[in-house]
Antibody, heavy 120, light 111 residues
Framework: QVQLVQSGAEVKRPGASVKLSCKASGYSLSSNFFHWVRQAPGQGPEWMGTIHPDGDTTTYAQTLQGRLTVTRDTATSTFYMELSSLRSEDTAVYYC?????????????WGQGTLVTVSS | QSALTQPRSVSGSPGQSVTISCTGSSNDIGAYNYVSWYQHHPGQAPKLMIYDVNKRPSGVPDRFSGSRSGNAASLTISGLQAEDEGDYYCCSFAGNSVHYVFGTGTEVTVL
């Protein structure tokens, strides 16, 4: 079955970068869009960006353009999300999510989440 | 792009029905048939409950149903059960500029 397993919690200083991983299993990585979503404390989720099934094309939320990079390593079935120039407002739980193959624009499987804390 | 508006909390006794509203705009819920609902228990992965406004994924009980009227969507849980407690979020596609907007979240409590 489909599983998305994310890397562990991170604590970063303002201005630093963080790179999270999401290892996928149980399906072909080249068949779905893959997304990153985050949820800050007390707020609803926020869509961050996506990587096309081709593994090269990416689209990012306008608010994160220039700071966010999403990549894929097909050899290890792992997706990565790197966020740079961290600020306190980036403190959140970060989720990876697969776009449903038979129901575009919906997220049918999610990772368990990774807490990123940005603090001086 | 503002988040979709949901009530902070709803509650009901076992067996009752509850409805969660999700208010958006003509740029998201009112424009696309891509409204989804997610159940989330803190510390766990969110779970897709409804997609494309009113479709249920395999394995989701039929007591969960979705609908839309204009710029607002709703999730109804009929025959409420203790296991339905948790946080619920709506989500809508909002075009190729904004992409996706999520709701503010609703906590469902079974009394």
């Amino acid at each position: 079955q489909v599983q998305l397993v994310q890397s562990g919690a991170e604590v970063k200083r303002p201005g630093a970068s963080v790179k999270l991983s999401c290892k996928a299993s149980g399906y072909s990585l080249s068949s779905n869009f893959f997304h990153w979503v985050r949820q800050a404390p007390g707020q609803g989720p926020e869509w961050m960006g996506t990587i096309h099934p081709d593994g090269d094309t990416t689209t990012y939320a306008q608010t994160l353009q220039g700071r966010l990079t999403v990549t894929r390593d097909t050899a290890t079935s792992t997706f990565y999300m790197e966020l740079s120039s961290l600020r306190s407002e980036d403190t959140a739980v970060y989720y990876c999510a697969r776009e449903a193959p038979s129901a575009a624009k919906n997220f049918d499987f999610w990772g368990q989440g990774t807490l990123v804390t940005v603090s001086s | 792009q503002s988040a979709l508006t949901q009530p902070r909390s709803v509650s009901g006794s076992p067996g009752q029905s509850v409805t969660i509203s999700c208010t958006g705009s003509s740029n998201d819920i009112g424009a696309y048939n891509y409204v989804s609902w997610y159940q989330h228990h803190p510390g766990q992965a969110p779970k897709l409950m409804i997609y494309d406004v009113n479709k249920r994924p395999s394995g989701v009980p039929d007591r969960f149903s979705g609908s839309r009227s204009g710029n607002a969507a709703s999730l109804t849980i009929s025959g409420l059960q203790a296991e339905d407690e948790g946080d619920y979020y709506c989500c809508s596609f909002a075009g190729n500029s904004v992409h996706y907007v999520f709701g503010t979240g609703t906590e469902v409590t079974v009394l």
